[in-house]
């Protein structure tokens, strides 16, 4: 069965420091990845997500995230987090036309 | 645009006590649907998904069950809650068939089990 690893449960940075936030997942074959964001009282809102193609995807406010496929990973990357940044943030793996599976979230805290 | 609702927001049920929590989607036709309860610490599990009218897929045993009566209607439900049934529960619609799987989510209905 797919699963989803988040191994940053709880991230402290501070305005204009760097993130990036780790996503590992367990399955050999086609994968569509996902980062989803929940700001504090919002609902689930999508990040960027990888199809196919460009590794590198870019997604909004300023994200990015990474696939590389022989590391199973798809980690979450910021050059320079803001205040508003702060959220729990969720991977996610899609493999055939299954549902989702979420990782276990991060909650990111940027202190001003 | 498509739209998903779902209520109620918040609920305090006795334990033993029945639930019904609806989910319902606008602005689409056929969309998958999606029961996921999310924990602290835990991320979101899958509870039930739906492909179409009076299908439902079950991922984890329970005390929970899902039906969708309508193209856009789901509802999650319990003949007796348990203090463990207490949680975050969110409903998410995503394309049908041909779709890439991205998931759109309602707003949540907390729900505490006394």
């Known amino acids: 069965a797919q699963s989803v690893s988040q191994h940053n449960h709880h991230v402290i940075l501070s305005e204009a420091a760097s993130l990036e936030l780790g996503c590992n997942y367990s399955?050999?074959?086609?994968?569509?990845l996902f980062w989803y964001v929940q700001y504090p009282g919002q609902h689930l809102q999508l990040l960027l997500k990888y199809f196919s193609g460009d590794p590198l995807v870019k997604g909004i406010k300023g994200f990015e995230a990474e696939f590389i496929k022989s590391k199973f990973s798809f980690n979450l990357r910021k050059p320079s987090v803001q205040w508003s940044d702060t959220a729990e943030y969720f991977c996610a793996v899609r493999t055939g036309r299954r549902a989702l599976t979420f990782g276990s979230g991060t909650r990111l805290q940027v202190q001003p | 645009s498509q739209t998903i609702h779902q209520w109620p927001a918040t609920l305090v049920q006795p334990v033993g006590s029945p639930l019904s929590l609806e989910c319902t989607v606008e602005g689409t036709s056929n969309p998958n649907l999606y029961w996921y309860r999310q924990a602290a610490g835990r991320g979101l599990q899958l509870l039930f998904y739906?492909?179409?009218?009076?299908?439902i897929s079950s991922e984890v045993p329970q005390n929970l069950s899902a039906s969708r009566p309508q193209d856009r209607q789901f509802i999650l439900s319990s003949k007796k809650l348990l203090l463990s049934d207490s949680g975050f529960y969110l409903c998410a619609w995503s394309a049908g068939q041909g779709g890439t799987g991205e998931l759109f989510f309602g707003e949540g209905s907390r729900l505490t089990v006394l």
């Open positions: 739906s492909v179409g009218i009076g299908q």
């Open positions: 399955y050999g074959g086609t994968v569509n």
